[in-house]
Structures are given as C-alpha cells and as structure tokens.
C-alpha cells in the first residue's frame, strides 16, 4: 500500500527556513481519521556529497553545528561494526550541502532489496552496501539488535536489486551488519 493511502496534515515548507536552524526540529504526520501518529522527519543537513536519493537509508552522524546524515563507507561500518547507529530516510531528493526533512520514524516507502525475500512482517536491516545505493535487507522473521525496520508493504519483494517498499522505521538506533 502505497504512504498516500495514509491521509496526512502537510509538511512544513522546508524552504521556509533559514539554512542554518537553531534546537532541532520535527514534523509529526497524523492520519486523518484516526489521528495515530504515521510520520516523524528530522530537520537534518546533507553532507554526503551529492543529491539524497529517495527512499534510501543514510545514517545520521552529529557533528560540528548541526546532524549530518553521511553515506556509510566500509571503514566506518568496519570500526562501527558493534556501535548502535541512528538511520534516516530521504523522502525527497535534497541537493547537497542543504537542510531538509528526513523520515526518522514511521511509515515511508523505502528501498528495499529481495535478493533475500522479503513479505510483510520481515525485519529489515541494512549493511555495508548502503554505501553504494543498496537498501534495506531482510533481517529475520523476529527482532534482533540489527533491526532498524519491519517490512509492511503487502507486496512480497522477490527481485535481487532495490524497489521502493512501504516499511515502519522503528526510529530508534540499530548495529549494522558488516
């Protein structure tokens, strides 16, 4: 099912904003009807050197004057490896060097890869392949230290490669698989 389907109130107009934000910022989304809670996005830089791709996962590192999501290269998960870490979702395709919403918590449609299946109810977690646009990947059928997600989209994903999926990032940090 696609995000759509879950009526939201609007995000903010990021542009709205000056480039450089004071204490952290959050958009919640609710859903219409029900008014539980679909969405939460942090107000992040783009620091990793080029445009966000949409639905991909990056991990958020703090430093300097703001939160930085930056690409996971190989060195970093290698020294990283039993660091729990904090992954965020790009929902738009934010230029580099640019402040925007990143989904932190909630449903957002994510890549995903199906190289090991995946069907509604799957943790998912991510790895190293990040690095090179790679996605999240099935975990297990049960929760472990490596879990940033479940995978809730009704449509198995069976293709080797990364589509967007709808998923429910737990927001909260996770060890990435080296």
Avoid at 118 to 144: H, M, N, P, Q, W
Wanted: charged fraction near 25%; hydrophobic fraction near 40%.
């Amino acid at each position: 099912m696609p995000l759509t389907a879950y009526p939201m109130v609007p995000a903010w107009d990021p542009d709205a904003f000056s480039a450089a934000p004071g204490p952290v910022r959050m958009v919640t989304f609710y859903d219409d009807e029900s008014h539980l809670r679909q969405r939460m996005e942090k107000w992040l830089y783009n620091d990793t050197g080029g445009a966000l791709t949409i639905g991909r996962p990056y991990m958020i590192r703090y430093a300097g004057a703001g939160e930085k999501p930056l690409n996971i290269d190989a060195a970093l998960v290698a020294t990283n490896a039993d660091t729990p870490e904090e992954i965020c979702v790009a929902v738009r395709a934010t230029p580099d060097a640019t402040w925007d919403y990143l989904a932190g918590e909630g449903f957002v449609e994510a890549l995903v890869d199906g190289t090991t299946d995946c069907t509604a109810g799957d943790y998912l977690s991510v790895d190293d392949d990040i690095v090179s646009g790679g996605g999240f990947k099935e975990d297990t059928t049960a929760r472990t230290k490596n879990s940033f997600a479940i995978y809730m989209d009704p449509t198995d994903e069976t293709t080797a490669g990364v589509t967007l999926r709808l998923i429910r990032l737990f927001g909260e940090a996770a060890e990435v698989l080296t």
